[in-house]
Every structure is written in structure tokens, then in C-alpha cells.
């Protein structure tokens, strides 16, 4: 299956709710609304065999926090990606963990390095638990190094 | 690391150079230095022939190999860990991590080397170091003898 | 101390906390299990400590430095992860890196392969008491290493690949001495795959353990080895070909039954291909072009998949045009393969438990994490060693009710 034609069906079953764009034959980007991960997602499970999720990413954009799925597909080059992005400054996303196990660890990764709430997770705590680092987000935008470790007096220079 | 502690019986040292034990610990390092370390036990390297045994327990061991830079959350059982070690002790900081941070200087979630972050709880605490990344096993092996050529 | 020991009543829950620095294991790990009885009912991954932040790291640094730093990802995985970024960078520039430079990376990225391979037979040996198939199985990988430094000019961390192809040329002259190792090994590891697949202890010991059924691999998102011995058949090498290998003859083993044993046997007749792959490729390499010289990232987005030895690795690369990534998502294998432990382990009994969780070759720098040292709060404390202990004892017991001394050589 190429990505050109998955966008395709994509589109027709729905119409108005998806964007899509496909930098190559392997690899198909898809801009939806937070409310809509879930009709999207089913849709490729039950059309797709072998779906499964990759990884996810947490991106600080400017337009907003950005949940990006990667899905790919056993035996195929292709990789879907189903892009969300939330409102700063409180950002919320549905869980994609309450639908596969397999997100679980990633959403609970992402919701500790850039403090996006996934809505339905069923466990989540901290995955990294190191204190120092609560309410601290390093993979936002304006995250300072220099200035975290100064913040909580460590030394810089050794 | 010229001067040994006087307290120790001269016997005490002589039998702790025949046959030192040794404690593994990784602080946060990326493994490869910690596999070389394994790497040493195994037949072509074969330390145990240098009368060397890695320990299981830091209470048992004589010398202390350290990888990896130290993590927020290692730095209080790395300090308990060596504070829970035998007079006279001695460590090895294996590989480049160790030493000087290497490639983790700027992350913000490392605190410092581990040779700093002993320092803060016992001043008298002796170090060799191995650079290398990783160093291989030769290059380790030769540390730790230096270390008790030292002693 | 073993788990035994510990007072308890039968349907009595309790939470047993694994807080490991074992001299043999690679890194410390740690694991809270809940075991009723003897069996575990449910396990909880402590992931604390490790988190080394270099996804960060990785953003305030140039394209050319990331595959280097990426090496540091994981002392195994070095090739792993900077080929993966190479390969999420070009698909972001969507070039084809020169035919060399693809045969380079498939022989390091191969060689890495056995060197994996051989260290996990190693300590799967060791964790059920046969400390022989560990010396053996080491004592194998030290050639491997050695063609590796020859070749690149150090054991592991080669910094080879950049963006655009390779740094550096092997050279040809070692050539011969490396196929040399490749024949030797051949023999040794099919003597290694003879030994291990006809012992009837081992057969006991790791059939139908830490079973994982072909759903739940979907389900939990697992690669690799893990997946393909539960009869999933996912190789990013054969499914989404990078480097060399559409232009070679090899093939994907799987296996049907998913338990330790079967990945056992997986990994050993990888073993066989990757050797197999590397000459190949010794034969094959063509000369030319190294790299297509210094590539300017534009703005965009690109993501780059890789088989390591445990399994899937995926980057996700964002440029915004500037000479540092905007973001890089790593994700290893050992990310989704470890988070399925909250399935194989269930049921099993604590003597199995090391086994199964070294089923999956877990790599837990790759995975960003590490473990706690001590028990908390009065807690009963199993260190790794006594899970080790018990996992041998169960080995010890089998071996003696079959008439057999496997020749135990406990540390």
C-alpha cells in the first residue's frame, strides 16, 4: 500500500476532517482534530492489517503542543503518522493508551518531558521519577539548562 | 594517590594487593563501558588470573569501577554505596563519562563526575582514572593494577 | 536470602522489590514484582535514574555531531542509532546515499548484530546456571569485536556513519582476516546452536516460559527477535530496506511458539544469517563514493527505521532549516519490548522470572532508565543475585531429576 493511496481513502471515509500530506511513497503525514485521534485510529486498525503503534512524539510548537503518532506497519514500508495538536498553556489530548497497551509507556513518557494531560490514560503516573524534574518540562520551548541547574544549585562547571 | 593509609597492617595491604575485589557500579552511562567490564572476566581477559573478583556486595569489595556520569537520582546510592565499602578503598573511574562527563556535560539531568560527587561525602577518597570510550578490557585490567601498584 | 525464606501465607500478596547491581549484568535494573505465593501476578518497572536527556542533548548539536553523540545512546546499539538518524535525515532530504556507503553501514551495522546476539546467549546462559554457554559465547564475541576494530578502528563505537553516507573507508587489505573470523565463528556457533537446541535440560527449563501470543505482540507494540519468535514476521530490514540489503540473500527467521526458548533459537540462527550477510557484502562491496559531502537540512520533517538487534528502532527527525534538529524522538526497541514484561512475566513463577526478562534482551541505557539500589521503607529486598540463584537452583533440580550434571559452574 502507498501513502499516496491510503491518503486517498483516508480522505473519502473522512471527508473534511483529515489533512494529509506524503513527503514519499513510504510516509504519509495526517493533520486531525484532538476529538477525531479516535474515529482515525479505528479506521486504520480495522483497515489495515498489522498496524500497530511505533512511537509517539512530544513537540512544543508554536501553534501549540503537538502529539504525533507514528504507526507503522508489519511488512510494509510505511509509516502513518497522525499528527494532534493541543492548545498551550494547558495542553489535553485524548489517550491513544486507553485504546492499545503499547502507548501507555510513550504517553506517560510525554505527559512527564512536556506536561500535556492525556485524557483517559488508565496508569498515569510518572515514568521517569526523579524529582528534581517535577513540574520542570525539558522538551519545551524557553527549557534552559543552564538556568534549570542553577535554579536548583547545582554546579555547572566541574 | 601516593599516600597510603597508614592505619592499614602492612599484611592487610599485601594480601589486598594479591587479590583485590572489585564493585561494578553504572551511574546513567550509555553500557559499554560497563560491558567492556564484564568483557574482563571472560576468557581471553580472564582477570580472576590477577587474583581480582568482582564482588557482589560493595561491603566485600576493595576497589570500586565506576561508568557513566552520575544521574540526579544515582548520586545518593553511588555515595551510600561507597560509604558502605571497607578502609583502605580506592576507585576506578572507567571510560570517558567517568572521568570528565563526556558527552553528557550539558544534560540537564546529570549532576556531576562521579569522582566530585565522592569527594563531597569522604575528602580521602582515592581515584584512578581510564579514559576511553569505551577503554577496552587491556586498558582497564592495566588501571586497576596501577591502582594497587599505588597502594 | 531467597524468596522461600520469606514468611508468608498462601494468597498473600506482596510486593517483591528487585534492587539490582549484579557485577554480570551489563546495567543495573530494577523491577517491583507482586507475587502471590510463588507466582507473579503482576510486575511494575521501576524506571528512574538513567534518564540521560539526550534527546535534548541531541537538539543543541549539529547534524554532523548527532550520529556521534547518538553512539552514546547505548554501548550496544552504537551503529543502531546513528544509522537510524542518518536514515531519518535522508528521508527527510529524500537522497540515496552511495553504493559503498551502503555496504559499509550493512557490515557494521551486521557485525553489531552478532556481537549482540552472542552477548545475550551469554547471559541468558548465566541467568539459568549454565556459566559455561556465558564463557563460550563471550569468548565467541571477541573475534567479533576484533574484525569491528580492524575494520573501523574501534570495538564498538565506530562513528562511521554521517549523514549522506559514511565518514570514513574500511580498509580492504583486512578483508581476508575478516573473512577468516566469519568461518571460524560459523563453526563455533554452530557447535554453540547444536549444544543449546539438544539439551534436554534447556529444553525443560525455557519451553513455554514467558509465552507472549502473536496478539499481544501487536497489542504491546513489541519488535524484534521477541515478535518474530511468536511468529510475527517484522524485519524492517526485508519490510522497508535501507542500506544494502535488497541486494542480498538472506532471510528472516521466525519461529511459532513465542516462549524463551523459541527466542533462544531465533537469535542463534540469526546468528548464522548475519554471518552469511557480512560475506556476502565482503564479496559484493563495490567501490566509489564514501558520502554525497556536506547536506544542507532543510526545513521539514523525516523519519528513519532500523532493525537493531532487539528490534524496530525509530527517529523522528524535525529540521526547521537551522544546523541543529528542532526536535529528534528516539525511540529503541527495547522501549515497547520492555513495557510487555507486564504481560510475559504474569503467572510465571519468581525462578523464571530473570530468564523471561532477559528474554527480550532488554537495554535499559536505550531505554532511558535504570533502577533503585536499595529497598525502601523495611521492604523485602531481593537483590538480583538471589532471582539469579533461583533461577539456577530450578536448573540444578531439573538436570538432577533427568540423571544429568549439566556441568554447573556457578559463580
Known sequence: MESTDLGKRLESAFVDRVEWTARSQKRLYVSIAPAQLYPVFDWLRENIPGFRLGTSTGIDLREGVGVFHHFVVNGMPLVVTLKVIASKPDPRVPSLAAKIPSARWIEREMAEMLGIEFEGHPDPRRLLKAEAFSDIYPQRRGFDTRAFKESIGERLDF | ?151 | MSASTSNRTPGDRRVIQIGPFHPLLEEPVGFELTVEGEKVVHVDACMEYIHKGIERLAQERTYDMVPILLEKICGICSVTHSVCFCNAAEDLLQVEIPPRASYIRTIIGELERLHSHLLWVGLAGHFIGYNTVFMWAWKYREPVCDVFEMLTGHRQNSSLPIVGGVRRDIPESYFPEARRAMDRLDEQVEMLTAAVLDDPVLAARLKGIGVLTPQEVVDWGVVGPTARASGVDTDVRRDEPYAAYEELDWKVITTENGDVFDKAVVRLLEIRESISIIRQCLEKIPGGELNLGQQHIPRGEGIGRYEAPRGEDIHYLRSNGTNMPERLKVRAPSFTNVASFEVSCIGESIADVTITLAACDPCYSCTERTAVVRGVDGRPTHTFQDLVRLSQDKTRALAREMGREPGLNLL
Not at chain 2, 597510603?4 to 550509555?30: D, E, I, Y
Not at chain 2, 553528557?104 to 570510550?133: H, I, M, W
Request: glycine residues 8%; charged residues 20%; proline residues 11%.
Open chain 2, 1 to 151: 594517590m601516593a599516600n597510603a593509609t597508614p592505619r592499614v597492617p602492612s599484611l592487610f595491604l599485601k594480601a589486598l594487593k594479591k587479590s583485590p575485589w572489585v564493585f561494578h557500579v553504572g551511574t546513567s552511562g550509555c553500557n559499554n563501558c560497563d560491558i567492556e567490564i564484564a568483557d574482563c572476566l571472560t576468557p581471553r581477559y580472564d582477570i580472576e588470573r590477577f587474583g581480582m573478583k568482582l564482588a557482589g556486595s560493595p561491603r566485600h569489595a576493595d576497589v570500586m569501577l565506576i561508568t557513566g556520569p552520575v544521574s540526579r537520582a544515582c548520586r545518593e546510592p553511588l555515595q551510600q554505596a561507597w560509604l558502605e565499602m571497607p578502609r583502605p578503598r580506592a576507585a576506578v573511574m572507567v571510560g570517558a563519562c567517568a572521568c570528565s562527563m563526556g558527552a553528557y556535560k550539558d544534560a540537564y539531568s546529570v549532576t556531576g563526575p562521579p569522582d566530585k560527587v565522592l569527594l563531597e561525602v569522604d575528602p580521602d577518597a582515592r581515584f584512578v582514572y581510564v579514559p576511553g570510550c569505551p577503554p577496552k578490557p587491556e586498558t582497564i585490567i592495566m588501571g586497576i593494577v596501577k591502582l594497587l601498584g599505588a597502594l
